[in-house]
């Protein structure tokens, strides 16, 4: 099911921030910078989130992630995921697992990111695999409210460059037909790229063109540990604004 937002019609812009790959139990998660965004999502009432997965490192022993290493245990980390986004409950657009999460979920059938979706109250906007969104605000020239589409997944694939995630997002986004906004994680990357896709307007004989966003959001960690043995190059930390 598509998940409908309709916002105030006399606003002109809204902000989208993607948070995915906070990794909170790892100790390299820059939990200051994490917090001063959430203060930066309350300071406009038109500043929107989508949880977009692996905000809980959620290290178990059948998984890569080191268990000796973590802050915090699985339990403790949905407490404080579920503790620091109170504040801003009212901004999800979204609730989308990722891989870190779907551990549990594979072993013991306890999946974090419902957990959290249902504590704050949002368990409606929670989507097991991907969501999309239709969100409407505002009026363009003829009055009309303006409704854009959104597609929200955690992603997959790995990537040293940016280029094999910019790649990877874009022939996916390609497969979505009135698409203007698509939306992953995983790679720990920022980036945004427009495109314009061709469209076939069979009732005017006309060739149109639709622009798309794709959007890759960043982690929130520093660089060492796994990055560091598999070679990888530090990416731009937070959240990548749309």
Same mark, same amino acid.
């Given at each position: 099911?598509?998940?409908?937002?309709?916002? $105030?019609?006399?606003?002109?812009?809204?902000?989208?921030?993607? %948070?995915?790959? %906070?990794?909170?139990?790892? $100790?390299?998660?820059?939990?200051?910078?994490?917090?001063?965004?959430?203060?930066?999502?309350?300071?406009?009432?038109?500043?929107? %989130?989508?949880?977009?997965?692996?905000?809980?490192?959620?290290?178990?022993?059948?998984?890569?992630?080191?268990?000796?290493?973590?802050?915090?245990?699985?339990?403790?980390?949905?407490?404080?995921?579920?503790?620091?986004?109170?504040?801003?409950?009212?901004?999800?657009?979204?609730?989308?697992?990722?891989?870190?999460?779907?551990?549990?979920?594979?072993?013991?059938?306890?999946?974090?990111?419902?957990?959290?979706?249902?504590?704050?109250?949002?368990?409606?906007?929670?989507?097991?695999?991907?969501?999309?969104?239709?969100?409407?605000?505002?009026?363009?020239?003829?009055?009309?409210?303006?409704?854009?589409?959104?597609?929200?997944?955690?992603?997959?694939?790995?990537?040293?460059?940016?280029?094999?995630?910019?790649?990877?997002?874009?022939?996916?986004?390609?497969?979505?037909?009135?698409?203007?906004?698509?939306?992953?994680?995983?790679?720990?990357?920022?980036?945004?790229?427009?495109?314009?896709?061709?469209?076939?307007?069979?009732?005017?004989?006309?060739?149109?063109?639709?622009?798309? %966003?794709?959007?890759?959001?960043?982690?929130?960690?520093?660089?060492?540990?796994?990055?560091?043995?598999?070679?990888?190059? $530090?990416?731009?930390?937070?959240?990548? $604004?749309?």
């Amino acid at each position: 099911m598509v998940i409908i937002w309709d916002k $105030p019609s006399d606003w002109d812009t809204i902000e989208i921030y993607p %948070l995915s790959d %906070l990794h909170i139990g790892d $100790p390299k998660t820059d939990i200051q910078a994490f917090r001063q965004f959430i203060k930066h999502i309350q300071a406009q009432p038109n500043r929107f %989130l989508i949880y977009a997965g692996d905000n809980a490192n959620n290290a178990i022993k059948s998984s890569i992630s080191n268990v000796y290493n973590e802050t915090m245990t699985p339990r403790e980390q949905k407490k404080f995921l579920i503790k620091e986004l109170e504040p801003v409950k009212d901004r999800f657009l979204c609730f989308v697992p990722g891989n870190h999460e779907y551990r549990t979920a594979k072993d013991v059938d306890q999946c974090i990111v419902e957990d959290i979706a249902d504590m704050l109250g949002l368990s409606d906007y929670y989507r097991e695999d991907e969501a999309f969104i239709k969100l409407a605000f505002g009026k363009g020239a003829n009055g009309k409210r303006i409704a854009y589409t959104i597609y929200v997944i955690h992603g997959a694939g790995g990537g040293k460059r940016p280029g094999a995630a910019l790649n990877n997002i874009e022939f996916s986004s390609m497969a979505i037909d009135n698409l203007d906004i698509m939306i992953m994680g995983h790679v720990h990357k920022k980036i945004a790229h427009k495109y314009r896709k061709r469209v076939i307007d069979a009732r005017n004989n006309k060739i149109l063109y639709r622009v798309v %966003l794709v959007v890759v959001s960043s982690s929130w960690t520093d660089f060492s540990g796994y990055a560091a043995r598999k070679m990888l190059i $530090p990416g731009a930390k937070g959240a990548t $604004p749309i």
